[in-house]
Structures are given as C-alpha cells and as structure tokens.
C-alpha cells in the first residue's frame, strides 16, 4: 500500500516546480495561475506544509520533488511502521481467545441506570420578534395559528405545569 501511494506521489511530483530555500528547505509549487498552491517542504523535519507526509508517514508528492532535487531516495523517507520487519514483530505473538459473555463472572457492583433526561424549554417565536410579522398586521391570522392554540389542542399529551419562569 505504502509503495503504491508513493508511485502515485512520485507522478505528481512531476508537475510540480521546486524552489530551493535553505540547506534542507524548498518552497514547492504545483498548479498554475489562480489554482496554484506552495507548499513549504523540511526534509530534515520530515513536514511539508501540506501535511500528508506527517499524517501517513509517506512522503507527499512535494516532498518527493525535494528529495528528487537533493538526490535523495524517497522509498528511505518512508517510515518504519510500512516495513516487513514491523509488520512482522506486530502479528508475531498468538492472539488467546476470550471466553464468551456466558462464562464472564457476574459483577457485583449495582446496575447503572441511565440519568433522568429533561427537556429544555424552547426560545421565543423568531416570526413575532421585536420587529412583528408584517403578513400579520392587520390580520386576524395570529389567532389561529397553531402556535397561538393551547398545548392540549389537537394533541394526546395532558398540557404541562408552568413553573413561572417563561417570559
């Protein structure tokens, strides 16, 4: 996989023009005109401003150019985690089974109930702010909105206490 996004970086470091800047450091740019992008390339840090290299630890296709311009192999810029040896050490132990939840030990801390959800009183109407309804004005239709009717109107629900504290 490693190798493979290499190929492709390695692709479009083609179309890209390096600047050098510094012993190690290159300013990189790919595109042209309104879509040209720079991107700012440490080969001793390992970063590039496009941030790639840090966040896959394979080297972006401006850093591919930077190495290129130095001379440098991009595959030795790789990191250690896409090596065989890695891969390796990683899946060399056996994984033991679990037993299953039928043979897990029955806990004897109590059961945890979930915390009592309350729900939050809603903000004012935003259509009858300070300013008014201009369709309204004049009209009767304010009264026979829905929102004007009273909560146990068309609805199932028992009408809620008021705990004063509305506008």
């Known amino acids: 996989m490693a190798m ?3 190929e492709e970086n390695t692709e479009r470091s083609m179309k890209c023009n390096i600047f050098w800047n510094g012993e190690f450091g290159f300013e990189v740019k790919e595109g042209s005109g309104a879509s040209e992008v720079k991107h700012l390339v440490d080969i001793n840090r390992k970063t590039c401003t496009y941030r790639a290299w840090m966040l896959k630890g394979i080297p972006c296709a401006h850093a591919v150019a930077a190495l290129h311009y130095k001379n440098l192999e991009p595959l030795n810029y790789i ?6 040896a890695t891969y390796m050490k990683t899946y060399s132990y056996f994984l033991q089974p679990v037993l ?3 043979m897990w030990p029955e806990s004897q801390n109590p059961t945890l109930i979930p915390p ?11 259509g009858h702010n300070k300013r008014g309804c201009h ?4 009209s009767n ?3 026979t ?7 146990s109107v068309g609805s199932s629900k028992p009408p809620t206490q008021s705990t004063g504290r509305g506008r």
């Not at 990191?79 to 065989?84: A, E, L, V």
């Not at 369709?135 to 004049?138: F, P, R």
């Not at 909105?145 to 909560?151: D, E, G, R, T």
């Open 4 to 6: 493979k996004v290499l």
């Open 79 to 84: 990191s250690h985690q896409y090596s065989n």
């Open 100 to 102: 299953g939840m039928n």
């Open 116 to 126: 009592h959800v309350k729900k939050m009183m809603s903000g004012p109407n935003k």
């Open 135 to 138: 369709k309204a004005a004049g």
């Open 141 to 143: 239709t304010a009264a």
């Open 145 to 151: 909105s829905p929102s004007s009717l009273p909560a």
